[in-house]
């Protein structure tokens, strides 16, 4: 059974709001000084990442030492804030295609999932969204790790699964921005682009990608056909 890896924001779920006003309510909190998502290329693409905790301290002249030691209250501060800020229902939330598509999918493919957010977050939008149960692979973010890493621990857990060594043909990764596209291509995976998030057509082409998507709907024509098409042996 082949893998179809997926991104969480902007490929699945759009909550930047909501992690805006996080963000706003967390900086003054642990470091003491404004700081916003608004400040990062592309509004940061959301994701509560360390990456992005870090890139906004910096700018707000947080040093490299302070933020070490406050990442773990950083995190759970944003924790606690994105879970009450988060609406009741996470219709408005899910993208074009979730979870329907997950739901068609699911019975055809492994589903992986993945995200610099920590598992303390990334899990949470998950369960939250009502979509963690179709993914079988998880790999969330730690320090240290970058989006390359990510899909890499995922390739290791699918290859444990199947028990198997290096198989790499079998995968897909679908993801919204040109990091995704980059970090699959880095692993000798298939990628295919979303533009549900900051990235248009062209530029997740110029990435790499295999082949780009307006929304998760017109995924499972793409898994059917052309260089993909080996996805649904």
Sequence with gaps: MALVLFDIDNTLLDTRTYQTRAYEIM?????????SLD???????????????????LANGVSVGEIKNKMSKAQKVLSKSISVLLPGNPTSCLLPGVPSVLRKLYSKFALGVLSGNPVSIAGLLLEWADIRSYFIIEAFGKEGLNRSDLIKLCIRQYNSIRNVSDQHLNIVMVGDSSSDILSA?????QAVGVTTGVHTSVQLRESGADYTIRTLNDLIGVLGN????????
Excluded: D
Excluded at 185 to 189: A, M, R, V
């Design 27 to 35: 900086f003054p909190e642990v470091f003491g000084v404004h700081g």
């Design 39 to 57: 400040q990062l290329p592309f509004g940061g693409a959301g994701g509560m990442t360390y990456e992005n905790i870090t890139k906004i301290a």
């Design 185 to 189: 291509k880095e692993n000798g995976i």
């Design 226 to 233: 052309g260089p993909v098409s080996r996805f649904s042996e």
